[in-house]
């Protein structure tokens, strides 16, 4: 008798690992792998969130309808062309669904984000690699790699593991250099942290253009990682064919509590970028002084390239800060075997970790 079997291809697409949360024999560990919040969230979201406890036999809306609201307060946009789903994940996701399948082509850089290859393949369609110059998004590339069955263009910016970026007139470049058929998506996972004054999440874009959609998480800046929320803002036509494609309760009442009342307490998001700041200069300081290279400086995260030396390299870094109880992420997967990516913690968590990385780099032997 015959099993069923999935869909040709499916058992072919690897697991998306996500950055290691626990160490064996380590009673205290600090965790800097996953380029979460160093503050945490707002208090006013934790207080939303303890707020829903009475109503969890009640469907959430499924419109979010508070939260695209409090989106359009604090940006000024239309709620109309907001779409909220389970992190930005899910709407990048369905952005494939929609608008690629089997026989078309989908362009992402050489370092970006692992899911935007694997959402390819899922729907059937050719992830296409465009290669990046000194690790950083070449909209020359992406355009050479253009063909007739390119459907979709991903790019984070700024990107994630790399920490570097294009200046909004690039975007621009790019932009004009696609077909109109092309939808571009710019992923703004890390705009918040954004401070350079070339620098455009989207938002502009995806407002004037009629193929262009801009995602943001609530994941990384507002603290909120373990209740899965993004959005997304774009034309209507776009946002109305993704809105038949989600599920109907896509988040959950307490995520869109929570969610809305982080994104209104902009007191608390400006306080969590100013630290980063803070410790985005401190850490290159010291981390350049120590003799390492850093790729970019743009969200909330360092990725110092270490030497090719037996005992000094980014795996025996690794092996050392675990030893110490630090996490951090290799990324060999985004082909930077020589790389960690160390996100920004608390002040302890970053006075500890520079320690640790200040002995591993003279010589320490833990």
């Known amino acids: 008798m015959a099993l069923p079997q999935p869909r040709a291809g499916l058992m072919d697409i690897p697991l998306y690992e ?9 009673d205290r560990v600090i965790k800097l792998s996953s380029n979460e919040s160093a503050l945490g969230p707002s208090p006013k979201a934790v207080g939303a969130y303890a707020q829903v406890q009475d109503k969890l036999a009640r469907y ?9 609201a409090a989106i359009s307060e604090v940006h000024g946009l239309e709620e109309s062309r907001i779409i909220c789903g389970a992190g930005s994940d899910e709407i990048l996701g369905l952005i494939c669904r929609a608008y690629a399948g ?8 050489e370092h970006g984000f692992l899911m935007y290859g694997l959402y390819t393949r899922s729907v059937g369609a050719t992830p296409v690699v465009a290669p990046e110059t000194n690790i950083t998004v070449d909209v020359d590339a992406i355009l050479a790699a253009v063909t007739d069955t390119t459907r979709i263009v991903f790019i984070a910016n700024p990107n994630n593991p790399t920490g570097t ?23 703004g996972a890390y705009a918040e942290f954004m401070t350079g004054a070339d620098y455009e999440p989207g938002l502009a874009l995806a407002s004037d253009s009629p193929n262009t959609i801009m995602t943001r998480t609530f994941s990384k800046i507002y603290g909120l990682a373990s209740l899965r929320v993004g959005w997304a803002y774009g034309p209507k036509t776009i946002i109305d064919v993704l809105e038949r494609l989600r599920s109907p309760f896509n988040i959950n009442a307490s995520a869109i509590a929570a969610a809305a009342a982080a994104m209104r307490d902009t007191d608390h998001t400006a306080d969590a970028a100013a630290h980063n700041i803070r410790w985005m200069g401190v850490s290159l300081q010291c981390l350049r002084a120590l ?3 850093i790729i970019g400086e743009s969200a909330n ?3 110092p390239r270490f030497p090719d030396t037996h005992g000094y390299t980014a795996a025996d870094a690794d092996v050392y800060l675990q030893q110490k109880g630090i996490i951090a992420r290799r990324v060999t997967d985004y ?5 960690l990516r160390i996100t920004l913690g608390t002040d302890e968590e970053m006075e500890v970790v520079l320690s640790a990385l200040t002995k591993f780099m003279g010589g320490d032997d833990g």
């Open 60 to 68: 959430p809306d499924s419109s979010a309808a508070d939260l695209k």
């Open 335 to 339: 082909g930077l075997p020589n790389h």
């Open 291 to 293: 003799g390492l290279e």
């Open 301 to 303: 995260f360092v990725v």
């Open 165 to 187: 970026y294009i200046p909004g007139a690039d975007v621009i470049s790019l932009r004009e250099g696609l077909r109109e058929d092309i939808v571009l998506v710019l992923d």
């Open 102 to 109: 089997p026989g078309d082509e989908v362009i992402h850089t």
């Open 18 to 26: 996500g950055g290691k949360s626990s160490l064996s024999g380590q």
